[in-house]
């Protein structure tokens, strides 16, 4: 790996938790001015106002942040508008919920892709939100102006929410936009961000699950790749062009930008710079939270899923319908399932604790003779790790094994907590029919992606695994009951718990609601076990020693902001990934994972089927596709060797919630669809890796090509702009 050497400010060095290059760091769009000479350097030929601009049309007015309604400003993914008519492209991760929401055995769309060859075909997604920046500023003094040093956490939390409250309204009053003030650098500075936030978001098209996830876990996090990762939906506006739910009367959007599609050829070295919503990253983190992250969080995650995992397997096998069912679940677990794993191989490879140990020994000379609050930074964050980490172990048995292992349990306690509340309380008569018509549906909703037999499965083995290796002090008591009762027959306890309990199944719970029973209620086994659950985990929490907690909190901000201090003469510094709009610039670059091993930066259709296998569902490959390849028929797509390239890869710093943002060339037109990373830097959120960091991308020619030879849909290419 690279030798990072870290110098003093004294020195004229920069001191950070990586040292920071063009191609490291997810960048403000207000900042970019500042960053232009080096992304001129790096092939840019666009200018920073082609990017963000507040009063022109811009690229930023194309870049989409999907979300639910509940959470708008939480981006689950990006999208990028690629046409005049809101057309929109995202990854097919991306959109496979709302693909496995529609699908029936009858109309299996995860098996079958999906098409829409006209507008009137297309399919509404219920909460689902696509939201498009307008504006963002500084207000870092504003909210600073309500802070004092002297304030408790709790006391400092309540004046900041109260203050961004305030600048929020004020944003978007006598508008139709949304607003809100986010923290940077660990509550260092603050960002405003106002949003316009479409809710009438369509599905257009997608392939099959064949394409759109192949090479399934065994490639998940890995390159070479060839998966087809993308689907595509449009966006929907009231006729006057304000964000409306769902109506027969809504119009396509007429965006301000749309992304040209490019079908040039790529070469090693060539500029491309990514714009979307990242999630998290934690590069301020330190050897202490390395700690935690890696012998805790990621440990236990990947051991207790590793059990749900293997009963989702089997039991998707066993059914088409429930293959449906679980897909998006499955889909949902499996994910950090293996990126936790991954992740703590990489760290261990790339030695990251003792960088980061390195870069505390020099804060910790730094400090010296400076505010006090800087040199008692690494000590409060230190004991507050040690102080929690009895917790943190129990708390992700409980949330991983308890809460979301098996679905059920909490599920029955969240509809029992709620139909006792309203049936009790006095102050819900009014509108309780109302209420309690809106709970019925909720629970229609979970039972249409259920099975009881795969649900009494994960109910047995997840209980099973969290009582045989969870503290036993830390136990809920209705699992020290079961396991005495049953003897550890955990099979024969949720036997006798399913048919005891209204919540077992759709019939048994609509029949209850025929005439509810709050005292049964109260009783019911799956109820009990939800709330169990639920209780001891909000207990643990609690556990966790408030001043301790405060302490630790308080200490990474005042270790944030001493490395923000060392390196005040330096142009800007990137904060972490928040879910705020960013943008990475680098090249399509190839690299050297180890000793004898070197790998190209692109991959060919010919990779596909050289990975067929037709007993393993990963590896499968349509009959159609296979026909076109043995044909030859790339149409305009292939490349000047005649090949038909499918994914890519770029330096660009990417994290989850990048999933499906654009990836584009030195003029801002679409070159591919990012979607993955490789395992050999699967630091990267905690500590940049510049020699081997790579962002997986689909090639937009792929993309085309499936569009317009595979699917056929001639509809969506005369949309688009492509430029050859």
């Not at 949304?178 to 603050?190: E, I, L």
């Not at 207990?539 to 907690?549: G, H, Y």
Request: glycine share 6%.
């Amino acid at each position: 790996m690279k030798v990072k050497s870290i110098i003093l400010a004294v020195a004229l060095c920069v001191l950070l938790p990586g040292v920071t290059r063009a191609d490291e760091g997810m960048w403000l769009l207000s900042l970019l001015g500042k960053n232009y000479e080096e992304m001129q350097k790096a092939g840019f030929k666009l200018t920073p106002e082609d990017i963000y601009a507040v009063n022109q049309n811009c690229i930023k007015d194309a870049i989409v942040g999907l979300g639910n309604e509940g959470s708008p400003f939480w981006h689950f993914c990006t999208g990028e508008i690629i046409s005049d008519q809101g057309l929109m492209s995202t990854n097919h991760h991306c959109g496979y919920g709302k693909l496995q929401e529609h699908s029936t055995v009858e109309h299996d769309y995860l098996r079958d892709g999906f098409w829409a060859y006209s507008k009137d075909q297309e399919l509404p997604n219920p909460g689902l939100t696509a939201s498009i920046l307008v504006r963002m500023e500084d207000v870092t003094d504003q909210v600073q102006a309500a802070l004092s040093d002297d304030m408790s956490e709790a006391n400092r939390a309540r004046a900041i929410k109260e203050v961004c409250d305030k600048i929020a309204k004020k944003a978007v009053e006598g508008t139709v936009y949304d607003a809100q003030v986010k923290p940077m650098f660990n509550g260092n500075q603050f960002f405003l961000f106002v949003h316009i936030i479409y809710k009438d978001v369509r599905l257009v098209g997608a392939p099959p699950s064949s394409m759109g996830k192949f090479g399934g876990d065994t490639d998940n996090w890995s390159w070479p790749r060839h998966t087809c990762d993308f689907s595509m939906f449009r966006i929907y506006t009231a006729p006057d062009g304000t964000p409306a739910a769902y109506s027969d009367e809504n119009i396509p959007l007429k965006p301000k930008h749309f992304l040209p599609v490019s079908n040039r050829e790529l070469k090693d070295g060539d500029f491309a710079m990514v714009m979307g919503f990242p999630g998290t990253t934690d590069r301020f983190l330190t050897s202490y939270g390395l700690e935690e992250t890696m012998g805790i969080t990621n440990k236990l995650r990947y051991e207790i899923r590793t059990v749900k995992i293997n009963v989702l397997r089997e039991q998707m096998a066993s059914s088409q319908a429930i293959r449906i069912k679980y897909a998006s679940k499955y889909a949902s677990c499996s994910n950090y399932w293996k990126y936790s794993n991954e992740q703590n191989k990489a760290l261990k490879n790339l030695n990251t604790m003792g960088v980061k140990r390195d870069i505390e020994r020099q804060y910790s000379a730094w400090a010296v003779g400076k505010d006090p609050k800087y040199s008692k930074a690494l000590d409060l964050i230190r004991q507050g790790y040690a102080d929690r980490a009895p917790y943190e172990s129990a708390i992700s048995y409980l949330a991983e094994g308890l809460l979301s292992g098996p679905e059920l349990p909490f599920q029955s306690f969240k509809i029992g907590f709620n139909m006792n509340m309203v049936m009790t309380n006095p102050r819900f008569e009014e509108n309780r029919d109302e209420i309690i018509a809106e709970l019925v549906k909720e629970a229609q909703e979970f039972y249409k992606d259920y099975d009881q037999a795969t649900e009494m499965r994960l109910v047995a083995e997840m209980y099973k695994y969290v009582y045989d290796n969870m503290e036993m002090q830390f136990m809920p008591d209705f699992l020290t009951a079961a396991a005495k009762k049953y003897k550890g027959n955990w099979n024969k306890y949720v036997e006798d718990m399913f048919k005891k309990s209204v919540f077992a199944n759709e019939e048994t719970f609509m029949k209850f609601m025929q005439k509810p029973n709050m005292k049964a209620l109260e009783k019911d086994p799956l109820f009990l076990a939800g709330q169990g659950s639920y209780m001891k985990y909000t207990e643990v929490r609690a556990m966790v020693p408030k001043e301790s907690a405060d302490g630790l909190q308080r200490g990474i901000r005042d270790f944030t902001d001493g490395i923000l201090q060392i390196n005040k003469n330096v142009k800007w510094l990137c904060p972490d990934a928040n879910s705020t709009i960013r943008l990475t610039y680098g090249n399509v670059k190839a690299y050297d994972p180890c000793d004898a091993v070197s790998y190209k930066f692109y991959t060919t259709m010919k990779g596909i089927i050289a990975k067929e296998d037709p007993t393993n569902s990963e590896f499968e490959v349509p009959a159609r596709l296979k026909m076109l390849y043995e044909q030859k028929d790339f149409g305009p797509y292939a490349n000047s060797k005649g090949e038909l390239v499918t994914c890519f890869i770029t330096n660009n710093d990417i994290t989850g919630g990048n999933s499906g943002s654009p990836v584009m060339d030195a003029e801002g037109n679409l070159i591919g669809l990012a979607f993955d990373g490789n395992s050999e830097a699967m630091s990267g959120d905690i500590d940049f890796e510049e020699n081997l960091q790579r962002c997986i991308c689909l090639d937009s020619r792929y993309f085309l090509w499936v569009i317009d030879k595979y699917a056929g849909a001639k509809n969506l290419i005369d949309e688009m702009v492509i430029v050859k």
